[in-house]
């Protein structure tokens, strides 16, 4: 199986290292090259072809959001993951709307991270779900939304009873089960329970990637 091709963007060096130790011990993932710039990134981007490029926003010289613009403007087809280390409105529909494909919070975990980037390869869009309430009702004009009725929903999905579809929607929102049993008036241990049944039967392996695979296949 071929590995994907990574551009790494990072203009601190310490995370760089760090983020090309963690895909140096995963095969399905090659740095191809790395950048401390957007104008570095832009070249080298053009000349190395990668699958994907991850891409910080706060650049020296110019914006990671700008340099994904050019860099789409040369390559419509690259597939761009943005990193930053804060959570910004206008920075996350001015990423979707330069065309990047995923918005990551840098404290992700490291697994997610590596499944964010196989997932963007395959071409879906990834946002990070701590963002979600942030562009719900903006988000139209850059993400395609399915339709999916409840009843398809249930058919699809190993038979989520309506209560585990509204505690799946309040997942997406990044409530805890202490916050989702108060928004439903169910104990705790109910609300944790609807969150494992959820989990397995999304077949996912946690309430981060059940959101994921909500969002990515435009179920809230």
């Not at 060096?13 to 104008?39: H, M, P, W, Y």
């Amino acid at each position: 199986m071929k590995s994907i091709s990574l551009l790494m963007v990072e203009d601190h060096k310490l995370l760089r290292v760090g983020l090309k130790s963690l895909f140096n011990e995963t095969q399905d993932i090659k740095v191809i090259a790395e950048a401390e710039c957007a104008k570095d990134a832009i070249d080298k981007a053009r000349v190395t072809k990668p699958d994907v490029i991850l891409m910080d926003i706060g650049l020296p010289d110019m914006s990671g959001i700008e340099a994904t613009r050019r860099i789409l403007a040369n390559n419509p087809e690259q597939k761009i993951v943005i990193l930053t280390s804060h959570i910004n409105e206008k920075e996350v529909m001015d990423s979707l709307s330069a065309g990047a494909y995923a918005y990551v919070i840098k404290d992700i975990n490291t697994e997610i991270l590596l499944m964010v980037i196989k997932t963007v390869n395959d071409g879906a869009i990834w946002l990070d779900p701590q963002i979600v309430p942030l562009i719900r009702d903006k988000s139209s004009c850059f993400i395609p939304q399915k339709q999916t009725s409840r009843a398809a929903f249930r058919a699809q999905h190993a038979n989520l009873t309506e209560r585990e579809y509204e505690v799946l929607k309040l997942v997406v929102d990044g409530q805890s089960n202490a916050e989702i049993a108060n928004t439903l008036t169910i104990s705790e241990h109910t609300a944790k329970a609807h969150v494992c049944n959820i989990i397995q039967k999304l077949v996912v392996d946690d309430r981060t990637q059940a959101a994921v695979k909500a969002i990515k296949e435009g179920l809230v």
